[in-house]
């Protein structure tokens, strides 16, 4: 609640209709203890006084009657009017709403299409038709003015309803044996409340303008009874005389309607989840960069795509995530470079970082150049990195159905991702999609190239997933964990698959896991990195074999030995760091059992000696690593 009032104030137009809103409640609420003459007695002599005249703060109207006394007396009736309506509306349209959302089928149709004739009306036409049915006074307005409303609630909150009664959780209820009301009161309510509230917020403003409307009309609250309608009503016939008679109703309706709306449109910001992360902003189309240091100078012997002290992080208010730090990697054609951490260790964002797909705000690459074939992808524009992104350089994701759009056919979708670079015609597109398909090994691709992404098991949209990455033929392929979610027949044969790939077209590989299996079955070198920077790298087999860096070598004994007899598996006590608060050395020393005073306080460099690199004072000796590693 507090979070709430602190987001809803951050807003100030927001706030400051919550300031007067509250101190027009306040005054009247506290109306009847009030010194105030009585609104309803008149005293002809005393007609049309001036404001600030003796005993009449606002002065009178045409009867003489005090008018801030009425004005107050009249805003507590509009107020109250206008709330109820706006509740009684909320309550039955959003249970007509919900009935017609959950049960859907014929009984939707019926109450839509009932609720469908009733919006046919002009609005008003039909308040007016109502209010004259029903005969005139303030009851009969407000049914009138909350019947008119009821469509609008019921259309809204059927919308919300539809697309929750079809979700997974619902269905576990249903199948739990919950009665449909149980359902209903425990399972949708609470997720459309915030729904309810917001249209109620917005609308009560518009309600209370048409209660005062119907007073003015003559139609609503009958004389001598005051409430702003009416007030305003009266008044007309002396608007130019006596102007402050109108305007006193006129300013209070003013106020009140302005302060409801923008405390709605606050109330609105505040409860929507995609607006209270602060996320108002779209991220950009590439990640900001920051480079204060020099750029390093291009090593000759760079790779095909090499990435050369990288530092990337997430700039939030005044915390700075230093995701990942001084990151260097090459990868040549035709090879497989594996980085293997714990999660949270910053591969992600390394792989991300390459083509400048961080989500900016709040990411920044702060330092480093990614060179492909030569050309800094940093300082690239746009435009260049559109052209390379999905055609030279391409990326499998964990999560195929993240990159999958639910509503297109695989094989359209496959056809759209090579059009983007290449213009071909749709015969060709498909032809191009079914030997993608097929060199991916989906059994019978000439069906399933017209299936939807839900058709497929998660192993074949992975698969698709690897098709779309392949589409261009690209030169390098970045996979961030694309076997993690699959068993461990598909993830072999997905393996399989891209080594021949890599060696029959020479693709070069960046192959993210956090599993050794996988590092020894595909890749030639492997980066271990731990809170965001790179702390042991060499060949595969050589790391493996003898790890150096004490992390490596924790995380090889985490991992079990299938015949390798009962072993205790030691797991690495204590937490990953938090990357705002790296400490100045080792940030593997908190965990580490060789970890001396001088690897708590300085900086620890990278120290390269021939194809291995480490970053430790204390590396594990050769003969102890053996002995852990068997
Ligand atoms: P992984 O190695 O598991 O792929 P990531 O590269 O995704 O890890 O994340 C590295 C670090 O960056 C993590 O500590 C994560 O908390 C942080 N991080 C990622 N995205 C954001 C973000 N949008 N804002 C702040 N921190 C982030
Ligand atoms: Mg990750």
């Not at 306040?26 to 003796?54: G, M, N």
């Not at 006193?248 to 309607?257: A, K, W």
């Not at 005044?318 to 260790?345: F, M, N, T």
């Not at 695989?410 to 398909?437: S, T, W």
Request: proline share 7%; hydrophobic share 50%.
């Amino acid at each position: 609640m507090i979070a709430f009032l602190k987001l809803l104030f951050r807003n100030r137009l927001a706030g400051l209709g919550a300031v007067v809103l509250a101190a027009i409640v306040i005054l009247v609420l506290i109306t009847p203890i009030l010194p105030l003459p009585d609104p309803d007695v008149t005293a002809t002599a005393d007609r049309f006084k001036r404001p600030f005249t003796d005993g009449h703060l606002l002065g009178t109207d045409h009867l003489g009657r005090d008018l801030l006394s009425r004005l107050l007396w009249g805003t507590r009736l509009s107020l109250a009017i206008g709330i109820a309506a706006a509740l009684i509306a909320a309550t039955i349209g959003s249970a007509i709403g919900i009935v017609a959302g959950y049960f859907g089928g014929r009984i939707d149709n019926i109450i839509m299409r009932g609720v469908d004739m009733l919006m046919a009306f002009p609005y008003i036409l039909l308040a007016l038709a109502i209010v004259a049915a029903l005969g005139p006074g303030l009851m009969n307005a407000l049914i009138a003015v909350a019947a008119v409303n009821v469509p609008f609630f019921a259309r809204n909150i059927r919308g919300v309803t539809v697309t929750l009664a079809g979700r997974e959780f619902i269905d576990a209820a249903r199948l739990a044996g919950l009665g449909h009301t149980r359902i209903i009161l425990t399972e949708i309510l609470p997720n459309v409340l915030p729904v309810i509230v917001i249209a109620m917020s917005t609308t009560v403003g518009w309600m209370i303008l048409e209660t005062a409307g119907l007073s003015f009309l003559g139609l609503g609250s009958q004389p001598p009874r005051a409430d702003l309608g009416s007030m305003l009503g009266e008044a007309r016939a002396a608007l130019i005389t006596a102007p402050h008679t109108s305007v006193v109703p006129g300013v209070m309706i003013f106020l009140i309607v302005m302060s409801i709306n923008l405390l709605g449109d606050g109330v609105r910001d505040a409860l929507d989840p995609r607006l209270r992360s602060g996320a108002l902003t779209r991220p950009r189309a590439m990640t900001m960069v920051d480079r204060e240091a020099p750029l390093p100078p291009a090593r000759d012997d760079t790779g095909l795509l090499d990435i050369q002290n990288l530092s990337t992080e997430f700039r939030v208010g005044p915390r700075v995530y230093k995701a990942v730090s001084d990151v260097s990697l090459s990868v040549q054609p035709g090879e497989c470079v594996g980085i293997i951490g714990e999660s949270g260790s910053g591969k992600s964002v390394t792989a991300l970082s390459v083509m400048g797909l961080v989500a900016s705000p709040p990411g920044v690459i702060a330092g480093g150049a990614v060179r492909f074939q030569g050309e800094d992808l940093v300082r690239a524009s746009y435009a260049t990195l559109r052209q390379r992104r999905g055609d030279r350089v391409a990326y499998i994701f964990q999560d195929p159905l993240a990159t999958l759009h639910p509503l297109y056919r695989i094989g359209d979708q496959l056809a759209e991702a090579i059009r983007a670079h290449h213009p071909i015609g749709r015969a060709e597109g498909r032809r191009r999609a079914v030997e993608l398909l097929t060199a991916v090994r989906i059994p019978n691709a000439a069906a399933r190239v017209d299936a939807y992404p839900h058709q497929l098991s998660g192993g074949m949209r992975q698969r698709v997933g690897i098709a779309m990455a392949l589409a261009n033929d690209p030169d390098v392929i970045i996979a961030d964990e694309p076997t993690t979610a699959l068993d461990v027949t598909v993830q072999a044969q997905i393996l399989a698959l891209l080594d021949d790939l890599r060696r029959d077209r020479g693709l070069a590989i960046i192959f993210i896991t956090h599993d050794f299996g996988v590092v020894a079955q595909l890749c030639d070198r492997v980066a271990v990195m731990y809170g965001g920077r790179i702390v042991e790298q060499g060949p595969t087999a050589d790391v493996l074999a003898r790890p150096r860096h004490p992390y490596t070598a924790r995380l090889m004994a985490c991992v079990p030995e299938l015949g390798g007899g009962r072993r205790k598996l030691d797991a690495i006590p204590g937490l990953p760091p938090a990357v705002d608060r790296l400490p100045p050395g080792c940030a593997f020393a908190p965990r580490c059992d060789r970890a001396q005073d001088v690897c708590r306080n300085g900086a620890i460099d990278l120290v390269v000696e021939g194809d291995r690199a480490l970053r430790c004072h204390f590396p594990c000796n050769d003969t102890a690593a053996a002995g852990a590693a068997t």
